[in-house]
């Protein structure tokens, strides 16, 4: 594998491989496409026009905006100016984004106009530094100091030459939760992006300039970044891009209308779409191969949409601080019900609780060796030295390995829990319910459902003569935390299991549900 030079700048990179398909599309999004050429172009303009309103080399701009082609045109103007974008998932509450704009410094934010509401309560709490917004598609008048997009962009002659950015040079954040405290800045290099593109994305799913990729997980995911992003323009693909969400409809209507070559989703959406009765028909849509990730992806699930569609599923795991997936499955070598072996250029060790290597067919927890591991968590050093280990990853998952070298899930080693492909921190949703004046206390552990997939379940003691009901307690959560983080199941008990020092007991409430 050749290395980078140390002057590496991912946009120019991308720029310059495809500058022979300036004509090529390079986006189809909800409004129309954009060529190879229209996005270097755009790209640039956005570098300038963010030089234009002051923002500086290594400072941060939070890009929260829906999935659409204005969304690789501001990461990758922002990284060609050597600006810093922090992506952020455009589903969380006021309260979180006024911590990332704080916590991040961001100078300006690149956001949706349906997004400006959201974004406007967190500004007026106070303690950012932003000044300038670009708003993509507003619905109505713009704030004193907001531009529009288009005219940020029409404004702006594209900049002529990248920032000479170091291989090494922080690129771009993206935000991961923990079980506790807040969400840490995941600080990634211009080199990883390469380096999941040339480690996965080409070798292993060995995507080509005829693929047109579609990916139901958002660009603001690490996963859903290298699946509608980094990996496609690394081979000159075509993209298709969605605003909203990847409901089983809305995801046949691309595959339908815009016959998408590569699909990458997550086994919820895998299973709500064998669910559907309105699956395509295997003749009406051009997979030739499906990538999942986020969760495990339970074999039976693979099994039913390969007998459907003729199209395998690839499983694989990857994590927001090693940027994209190392452990997987392999097209023509899939073993259903693992996660695969791991991918060529990392290492991969499952430990047991001496820190040492366990045997095959014993639980470790696994840690990760690879070129494209974050940097650091920004101005986190306690979770940074935790996560990140000399050249070693924690990833927090717990893991087998059979003699054949295939891996397999085994739980999270913390007490987070993965929902539809996305963390959430059982503390949150408890503390939340707590704030309900009818709730003493509550525990919330995960699940399985019928078709093996983790969902939350909060167990619920109510205070003395309170009531309450379990619809009203599902959107009271609803309203105050991002909605995907809300107990889908919810039972009353009159008590918790408890230590003798009074902690709550999960373990025996998933005991409990497994009976
Ligand atoms: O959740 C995963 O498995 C994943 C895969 C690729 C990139 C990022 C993540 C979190």
């Not at 500086?56 to 204005?70: A, C, I, K, P, T």
């Not at 899930?409 to 949150?428: H, N, T």
């Amino acid at each position: 594998m050749s290395s980078l030079p140390p002057r590496f700048n991912f946009a120019e990179h991308l720029f310059a491989l495809n500058r022979g398909r300036a004509a090529r599309t390079a986006y189809i999004d909800d409004r129309g496409t954009l060529s190879y050429g229209q996005l270097e172009d755009r790209a640039r303009r956005l570098a300038a026009a963010l030089k234009a309103v002051g923002v500086r080399r290594e400072e941060r701009v939070l890009l929260l905006m829906l999935d659409g082609s204005d969304w690789p045109v501001s990461f990758l103007g922002s990284l060609y100016a050597g600006v810093v974008p922090v992506a952020v998932n455009t589903l969380l509450t006021a309260d979180d984004y006024a911590y990332m704009l704080d916590h991040s410094r961001a100078q300006a934010v690149l956001t949706s106009g349906a997004l400006l509401p959201v974004l406007q309560e967190a500004m007026a709490r106070g303690g950012h530094e932003v000044h300038t917004l670009i708003v993509s598609q507003p619905s109505g008048a713009l704030p004193a100091n907001a531009q529009e997009f288009e005219a940020a962009l029409a404004a702006a002659e594209p900049q002529d030459a990248p920032a000479l950015t170091a291989s090494d040079d922080p690129g771009f954040w993206l935000y991961s939760s923990g079980s506790t405290g807040k969400p840490k800045g995941t600080v990634h290099t211009h080199a990883n992006l390469w380096w999941t593109a040339e480690l996965f994305g080409k070798p292993v799913l060995g995507l080509t300039e005829d693929d047109v990729c579609f990916s139901a997980a958002k660009m603001y995911f690490a996963y859903g970044l290298g699946n509608a992003l980094t990996f496609p323009l690394s081979v000159g693909a075509t993209v298709v891009l969605m605003a909203e969400r990847p409901t089983p409809d809305a995801t046949f209507r691309r595959w339908v209308d815009h016959q998408p070559t590569v699909f990458f989703g997550a086994p919820t959406g895998f299973a709500g779409m064998l669910a559907s009765p309105k699956l395509p028909a295997r003749e009406a849509v051009a997979l030739r191969m499906c990538s999942s990730a986020g969760e495990a992806l339970p074999g039976e699930i693979a099994q039913r949409f390969k007998a459907h569609f003729g199209c395998e599923i690839i499983d694989g795991i990857g994590s927001t601080e090693m940027l994209h997936v190392f452990i997987s499955n392999r097209p023509g070598d899939v073993r259903y019900g693992t996660t695969g072996k791991p991918v060529d250029g990392y290492e991969i060790e499952l430990r047991g609780e001496d820190g040492r290597p366990v045997a095959d067919g014993e639980v470790g927890d696994l840690y990760i060796r690879g070129p494209s591991a974050a940097l650091m968590y920004w101005a986190n050093r306690e979770k940074s030295r935790e996560t990140f280990q000399g050249g070693w990853t924690k990833s927090g998952d717990k893991y087998t390995r059979d003699a054949d070298g295939y891996y397999t899930y085994a739980g999270r080693s913390d007490d987070m829990l993965k929902v539809s492909g996305i963390y959430v921190s059982p503390f949150e949703v408890e503390s939340t319910l707590m704030q309900h004046p009818a709730v003493l206390e509550a525990a919330v552990i995960g699940k399985e459902d019928a078709e093996g997939l983790t969902k939350t379940k909060a167990f619920v003691v109510l205070k003395d003569g309170a009531a309450a009901t379990e619809d009203e307690l599902k959107a009271f959560v609803k309203e105050r935390l991002a909605p995907y983080k809300y107990p889908r199941f919810l039972e009353f008990v009159s008590e918790l299991p408890k230590t003798a020092t009074g902690k709550i007991q999960r373990f025996r409430l998933r005991e409990k549900e497994k009976q």
